[in-house]
């Protein structure tokens, strides 16, 4: 008996996206980035149905606020953030819900992450906030977004 296996593509609207911001990195007054220009500029490629922004301990009450407000979750660690968020970002790749993995930061510590989600069949979205940094993830993931909103 031969048995036919139909893969089905989901419109770009209907994609489920697993988000992760690298907070200290990205959440600087001198950036000039905020969350609703990041939930604004994924709108084309889908649906945030995890989004965590990795901040540590010494993150004001007022920042943990907005993260919360934006309807992302504040993920405080006390050692290194980049650590939670690849472990974070790895356990996504293998839920069966997500079909993006999205990585906002500036810098490529989250390549092997970024490869091992390409490696699974996961759409890789990187969002940075300068046209200069993370080289590597930028000539790796499937699409790449520069903030507009973004000062340099």
Known sequence: MKSTFVKVFKQKNERNLAVFVDGPNI???ELGVNLSDIRKNLKKFGKVKIGKVFVNQFASDKL???IVNQGFEAIIT???IDVSMV???VEAVYNSEIDSIVFVTRDSDFLPALIKAKRAGKETIVMLCEEMSAAALKNTADHLVILKGARR
């Open 27 to 29: 959440l600087r007054k």
């Open 64 to 66: 943990l606020e907005a």
């Open 78 to 80: 006390v050692g290194d």
């Open 87 to 89: 472990a974070d970002s």
